[in-house]
């Protein structure tokens, strides 16, 4: 053993492997290849066509896979179809032990879940020993507590059906928990299909499953590729899809399930801003790199990959970077003692490495970890950029590698501008001892994730999804559960009644009737940026009232009203950042100022819908409340502090969405506007309304009612029109952070589609019809969940 | 250049490579230390993580105990220490793993031996006297130790005393009080001081980490200990009510290699009290290797003030060795 006397010498590592016995002889016990888990069952691979999963950190075959068919979707689809009468049916309690059962069997068999995902994905066995497996584990802990309180946590919402759940395989078993654990206990069943890179963990999960007697047909699971999810996305029988992925394919499927009325959730890209402030801990902050780009080999949709160094202490912090860059090793993911591990496949070794060629053409100087890589299999010696503006292909595209741009910035300000000025806006690490700037910085990051002295913190408990073309919806904690919950009054809601195309009509109209003879003419004029404005078109029609009569005329809005309109909005921000008792106040007011304007708005209503004086009483009243209740909101829906770490607060902030497009129905006019537009001031946002058409005077009159209130301009503009001509424009605009639409199935097919430019946000009314005058249906915190998107922001303290 | 190079195992090449010129230290410079951010969230996670990131196994784990041995003072300060208990823990430095053991993992002939021998100052006449002859040199602890209450001047005469009994390195005590009021130039003059005293003796500055509360003081009395002069900063008594941690020698540790790169010296590290496992061993060794690398790693910059631990380091060479659970009876008692 002379060897001991050279190791004292060179004071090596060497190598430290994981044995991987136990996960051989499982895949060898399944060498004909594995099928698809439906129905309680696997389905063998015969007839199946199959393909080939690779062990990307030496390029051997580790296994096959039944590739799913129509008809397997299909066989799926129907067994979930057919578990969910029961399943959702059971007492949270029931669920809740099944889910229980689920968590205790992973703990059980966390080193095989371990080293099977490390062999499947590449990435080290020290983080899913570490961090994915315990992660998985605690999600199913704690969805089994919310399965176990949603009977009473989540009153008036009842499961949404049958989920197609789409998952990537950057982490494969994580990704799934975080789609199976919500929907189980929400009552739903799912169908799910594991990325084909990575497939192995979710049928060991299915193993689980069997192993633990969860019914037949709640947990069903589908392999295959992209063409096999967009069989499930697509499929008639499923009514909420929920994927994590890229942007570009989030955008596919919002398009392919647009009008389907199916409830979707997409956790996509990033290109999170890193941002060191030069107070920081800067020794800590380089760990925090390390933990944010150099992990899991950088295959992180909310990696800290865009490092932003205030400019003074920049050739310091990179110095420190390389020379920390010298201690990480990259091999084998098995060996106990590697930080980094191969990429996914040799495909995505071939996307980052053309990304990094490009960067280094673009004129970026690469830095790399002065490492050896194994001569098979798709490793990549991790690095950074500098020399990179927000010009270069590598600072605007997700590299999705362990390579990270770093680049400085001069003031807080700059920093914020920077850290912005993507598409993306998953999440953020903000490197600063001030506690002033660093919630500062959180509070103007646009991003659904913050972490203050720290990166990449998950916790079953906080929700974790992003704003912008990072996608909508959460996942985790209790924000999360709504994308798995209906409120039980959108449910059931009829069709609206088949109406008449209305389409306002530009020219004069020589037959028809007038009301009012005599009186001085009424010019309604579109209402941008806290003044009227005239249509930008120059054409006016004619408003129809009761009896068929000519009651005025309002403004023929077009694109170009919508574009002056969403300018005013998103100059308007300081409205957001008013205090909620400021924006209270002003709401309130509004409410006085309507009030003494009864008559002229019953008489109005009565003139233009026709309605009773009573019905318009009526519509007044509840208007007026609607104004007192969220006037009162304002200060009140406010956000959570999550159980999470030790010594961190985790608060779950809501914020404004921003700029919202709101599209209003014709029925009841004045409380339908009102019941729509004021949750979403009353959070801070600015909107773009548009009124009814067929009666778009009372929104014109209610303008008027702004101006004396002290709305800040810009808050509310109003553009009057053929509605689904403006709604289009609104949902196209990318400046548009969400879109409310209230219209017909057609229109809310179209708005569907033409918001994935920028991927906004939207709720629709799928063309049907609600009671606006009933406080289950018109008013309520559904309202306010809906104007508001949750951005968590953790912060770690002490001393 | 300490007598230890001659007998460390047997890398050499290494150890002249890496060879350095005591610290001199520097003239008070606040401006290095006093605007530090330490972050103790992200202190922690870096040091939890460190040693589940890396692990040594098999001949590379039997060899890092070897090391660690190599780096041991071996300590005994306790009240009721005798000569006789003195000349015991003398015998197991100079033959700290069983001939045997050394036999099979081919080292007999690399002259195995603790770093040091740690005692009070009145033991170091017993401990000198049993050590002679090996290399191995006598550390005392001086200065009050360990509360460090007692007048500078008796304190500078203890070290005096210890140097003059053949103590070869000085493990001296600072005054919490200087850190906890930020009185630097009283610290830096201290320490300054106690350094002249200690002569060619080689001195470690015990910080006593556990009664300085915060992060950043730990930071702040590296650095000052550091520009006095210390060639060792050391964590801790042993007698704190928190000893030796691996967040608070991460601290410690950035200091040293910031004070490196600032004033172009080398200063050595010594964890002390607590740890107690063959796995702690480990673990610091592997916080040395990350952090500021293979010099580190050496008795002459780094260094375990630790009593017990030798015995489980022991245990588990044997059970390298024998493939079979080892009994501590079956090793020489310290």
Known sequence: ?799 | MNTQHAVVSNGTEIQLAHSHARNTGTKLKPEWFEDIAVNRSATERRAATLTTRRTVKKEYQAAWLVKAITCIDLTTLAGDDTPGRVRRLCAKAKRPVRDDILEALGLADENIRVGAVCVYPTMVPHAVKALHGSGIPVASVATGFPAGLTPLPQRLAEIHYAVGEGAAEIDIVITREHVLTQNWPALHDEIAQMREASGEAHMKAILATGDLNTLRNVYRASMVAMQAGADFIKTSTGKEEVNATLPVSLIMLRALRDYGELSGQTVGFKPAGGMKTAKDALNWLILMKEELGLPWLQPDLFRLGASSMLGDIERQLEHYVTGRYAASSRHALA
């Open chain 1, 1 to 799: 053993m002379g060897q001991i006397k050279d190791i004292l010498r060179t004071m090596d590592y060497g190598p430290a492997p994981e044995s991987d016995t136990d996960v051989r002889n499982w895949l060898e016990t399944h060498a004909t290849g594995f099928g698809h888990f439906i129905n309680g069952k696997f389905t063998g691979v015969g007839g199946h066509k199959t393909f080939a999963v690779i062990n990307p950190a030496n390029d051997a075959v580790l296994a096959k896979v039944a590739h799913g068919a129509a008809e397997d979707v299909d066989a799926a689809v129907k067994a979930a179809r057919n578990a969910f009468a029961k399943w959702s049916k059971l007492p949270g309690h029931e669920r809740a032990k099944y889910l229980y059962a689920i968590a205790r069997h992973i703990q059980k068999r966390e080193r095989f879940f371990a080293v099977l995902e490390t062999m499947d994905n590449g990435k080290p066995i020290r983080e899913t020993r570490d961090i994915d497996i315990p992660l998985v584990a605690r999600h199913f802990y704690h969805h089994a507590g919310w399965a176990e309180m949603i009977e009473t946590e989540f009153e008036g919402f009842s499961p949404v059906g049958v989920c197609g759940q789409v998952i990537p395989w950057n982490f494969p078993l994580l990704m799934l928990a975080w789609k199976i654990a919500p929907a189980l206990a929400a009552g739903n069943t799912v169908v799910l299909k594991p990325a084909e890179l990575t497939p192995l963990t979710a049928i060991a999960f299915a193993e689980v499953c069997h192993e633990i007697g969860l019914p037949a047909g709640v947990v069903n699971i589908v392999h295959g590729d992209g063409a096999t999810g967009a069989l499930i996305c697509g499929h008639d029988d499923i009514d909420k899809v929920a994927f994590t992925g890229s942007t570009e394919v989030g955008r596919i499927i919002r398009e392919q399930i647009a009008g389907s009325e199916k409830k979707l959730s997409l956790e996509l890209g990033g290109k999170s801003p890193f941002i060191v402030f030069e107070d920081a801990d800067m020794d800590g902050a380089v760990e925090g790199v390390v933990d944010a780009i150099w992990f899991n080999q950088g295959e992180v949709c909310c990696a800290g990959s865009r490092i932003l160094v205030q400019e003074g202490i920049a050739p310091r912090f990179y110095n420190k970077l390389r020379k920390r860059m010298e201690t990480l090793r990259v091999g084998d993911p098995l060996d106990k003692a590697m930080d980094i591990g191969a990429l996914v496949s040799a495909g995505q070794l071939k996307r980052v490495t053309a990304l990094v060629e490009q960067g280094k053409i673009d004129g970026g100087k690469l830095w790399q970890a002065p490492v050896r890589l194994p001569a098979k299999g798709s490793y990549f010696a991790p690095g950074f950029f500098t020399d990179v503006e927000p010009t270069s292909t590598v600072c605007e595209v997700e590299i999705f590698g362990p390579v990270a741009t770093a680049s400085t910035f001069r003031t807080p300000d700059e920093a914020i501008a920077l850290a912005n000025n993507t598409k993306y806006g998953l999440a953020a690490s903000i490197w600063s001892e001030n506690i002033n700037l660093a919630l500062d910085m959180a509070a103007r990051v646009k991003a659904g994730v913050i972490w203050i002295n720290s990166t990449n913190l998950l916790d079953a408990g906080a929700g974790f999804g992003g704003y912008r073309e990072s996608g909508f919806g959460r996942e985790g904690g209790r924000e999360g559960l709504y994308e798995y919950l209906t409120a039980d009054w959108e449910k059931r809601l009829p069709l609206v009644k088949a109406e008449t195309a209305f389409k306002p009509a530009a020219a004069p109209d020589g037959d028809a009737k007038i009301a009012a003879a005599g009186t001085i003419d009424r010019t309604a004029k579109n209402y941008i940026g806290g003044k009227q404005s005239r249509p930008d078109s120059g054409y006016s029609y004619s408003v129809i009232g009761k009896g068929g009569q000519v009651i005025g005329q309002a403004g023929l809005g077009n694109r170009k009203d919508i574009r002056n309109a969403v300018e005013a909005a998103a100059k308007a921000g300081s409205w957001g950042g008013a205090t909620a008792h400021n924006r209270a106040q002003v709401l309130y007011y509004l409410g006085e100022n309507l009030s003494t304007r009864q008559a002229e708005f019953e008489a109005l209503l009565a003139t233009s819908t026709g309605v009773s004086a009573r019905a318009a009483s009526e519509e007044f009243a509840v208007s007026l409340r609607r104004i007192f209740y969220y006037a009162a909101q304002a200060d009140k829906y406010d956000g959570a502090v999550h159980s999470t770490k030790s010594r961190h607060v985790t608060l779950a902030m809501n914020e404004p969405w921003g700029v919202m497009g709101i599209v209003c129905p014709d029925e009841l006019p004045l409380l339908s506007f009102v019941s729509l537009v004021l949750p979403a001031i009353a959070m801070g946002n600015r909107v773009i309304a548009v009124p009814s058409a067929r009666h778009p005077l009372l929104a014109t009159n209610f303008y008027q009612v702004l101006d004396t209130s002290d709305v800040l301009g810009g808050v509310v503009n109003i553009v009057t029109g053929e509605r689904d001509v403006l709604a289009k424009t609104l949902a196209e605009h990318d400046e548009v952070d969400a879109i409310w639409y209230a219209g017909s199935k057609e229109g809310s097919t179209m708005v569907e589609i033409a918001s994935c430019g920028n991927l906004k946000a939207t709720w629709i009314n799928n063309g049907r019809q609600r009671d606006w005058l009933s406080n289950s249906q018109g008013l309520g915190k559904d309202f306010l969940r809906r104007a508001v998107q949750v951005k968590n922001i953790w912060v770690p303290y002490g001393e």
